[in-house]
């Protein structure tokens, strides 16, 4: 069964830095998806990036990237020039090819200091 | 487009009380799902659909039933409530294939006292 490992529980960031969640994951599988959501106070769940396994190159959305190393089953998340509203909290997920279902890691808080 | 939509937002119910969480979706989404997200623990998968008539279990299933008779909706029921299923209920639904965004409905607080 695939697993997904978030080992910061919490993280901090002050406005205008860059800050990086990490996220490692465990699959005997070779083609699926990852995953980032962000859930901010108001819980609704929003899709900040995804990376398809087969694609080498990394996956960017605006201020956000992430690190997709493929043999380490690694897949962090790169915040550039945080804003205040980007606290929240960051769930890693892996959906697999072959059954549809989402996997989420257990979650980073990211704080914001002004 | 209404999206996801779930109702209740929020529950209180006495040990033993049954009830059914509702979740509807106008995307024509093949695939549905309920999760349920604790502190500390993430969002766990309760049970999924890939259609109308099929749905399977997910991680954690025990204590809850559902049925998929229509694509659109997809409600979740707690047959005897237990302070165990104390949590915040969150359905998703998407087009199948694992590349597709899940949206996610804006979840249900369920307290059982």
């Known amino acids: 069964a695939q697993t997904v490992t978030q080992s910061q529980p919490e993280m901090s960031v002050q406005e205008a830095e860059t800050v990086t969640l990490s996220c490692t994951y465990d699959?005997?599988?070779?083609?699926?998806?990852l995953f980032w959501y962000k859930q901010p106070p108001s819980r609704q769940m929003i899709l900040v990036i995804r990376q398809e396994a087969y694609k080498q190159q990394n996956a960017t959305e605006n201020r956000f990237s992430v690190n997709f190393q493929k043999a380490a089953k690694s897949f962090s998340l790169k915040i550039s020039d945080s804003q205040l509203g980007d606290a929240a909290m960051y769930f890693c997920?892996?959906?697999?090819?072959?059954?549809?279902?989402?996997?989420f890691g257990t979650g980073t808080r990211l704080q914001v200091f002004p | 487009n209404a999206g996801v939509t779930q109702t209740p937002k929020f529950q209180v119910l006495k040990t033993g009380q049954s009830m059914t969480l509702q979740c509807a979706q106008d995307m024509n989404h093949e695939y549905m799902s309920w999760y349920r997200q604790d502190p500390g623990m993430g969002l766990r998968l309760i049970h999924y659909?890939?259609?109308?008539?099929?749905?399977d279990q997910g991680e954690v299933p025990n204590g809850y039933n559902v049925s998929r008779s229509t694509t659109e909706d997809f409600p979740l029921r707690l047959l005897s409530a237990a302070p165990s299923q104390t949590s915040v209920y969150f359905c998703a639904s998407s087009y199948t294939g694992p590349g597709g965004e899940q949206y996610f409905g804006p979840g249900t607080r369920l307290t059982v006292t």
């Open positions: 997920a892996y959906r697999s090819r072959n059954t549809d279902k989402l996997i």
């Open positions: 699959t005997s599988e070779s083609d699926y998806y």
């Open positions: 659909s890939v259609g109308a008539g099929i749905t």
